[in-house]
Structures are given as C-alpha cells and as structure tokens.
C-alpha cells in the first residue's frame, strides 16, 4: 500500500519560512518523480515545484521560483519544500504526489500525470 505523508504546514506571518517534508512508503522511491501542488478554497489544484528521480532536475512555477526549493532525500524516501518569503497568497493545502517515469523523463507539471497523492498538509500565510 503506497503512502505519502506531508508535513510541516502551519500559520506563519508573511515574509516567514517553512519546509515541508512528504516520506513515502509502499514504492520504490527512486523510480518515481516527484512534485509539490497546493490548492487553495474556490481555486483549481496547481503545480508548485517537481524534482526528478534522481534529483538532479528541478521545476518551479513561475509564482514560487526563487523562493521555493524542492530537494529530495532517495536513502531516506523523502521529498522536501523549502518555502522562503511567504505570501498570504501562498496559503493553501500543499500536496505531495508521485509520478512512475523512466529515468530520462522530466518531472509532469500536471497534476494528472501523477499516480500517488498525500492527504495534504495546511500552510496559512498570514499578512
């Protein structure tokens, strides 16, 4: 049974940091991109960050790069998402999710691309 468990969320003024973790467990880590997306209420579920299997390629949306930065740990199943600058527009509920790709795929922004999703984790910016 696949799982992915996100933590780290909480209510931070803006300007504030926070890192996300997500552990996976029920997979074989290293054969799967991973990715961050949020949702925030009444808005669509959107792409945040996504890193590749081996952890040498890294993609952001345009509205988190430079103050996002995802990273994984493979020995330990662990994505991360280090969060820097917060907005009060960054509040949301923040997913961690796993696509199966071959090694020389780029990581999916699409959300629909991915196989596996945590239950989500709040992050509330607070202005």
């Known amino acids: 049974q696949v799982q992915l468990v996100e933590s780290g969320g909480g209510l931070v003024q803006a300007g504030d940091s926070l890192r996300l973790s997500c552990v996976a467990s029920?997979?074989?880590?290293?054969?799967?991109?991973m990715g961050w997306f949020r949702q925030a209420p009444g808005k669509e579920r959107e792409f945040v960050a996504a890193i590749s299997r081996s952890g040498a390629s890294t993609y952001y949306a345009d509205s988190t790069k430079g103050r996002f930065t995802i990273s994984r740990d493979n020995a330990k199943r662990t994505v991360f998402l280090e969060m820097n600058s917060l907005k009060p527009e960054d509040t949301a509920v923040y997913y961690c999710?796993?696509?199966?790709?071959?090694?020389?795929?780029?990581?999916?922004?699409?959300?629909?691309?991915?196989?596996?999703w945590g239950q989500g984790t709040q992050v509330t910016v607070s202005s």
């Open positions: 999710a796993a696509d199966r790709v071959i090694l020389t795929v780029p990581p999916s922004t699409k959300h629909s691309d991915y196989d596996y």
């Open positions: 029920g997979l074989t880590f290293g054969y799967y991109a």
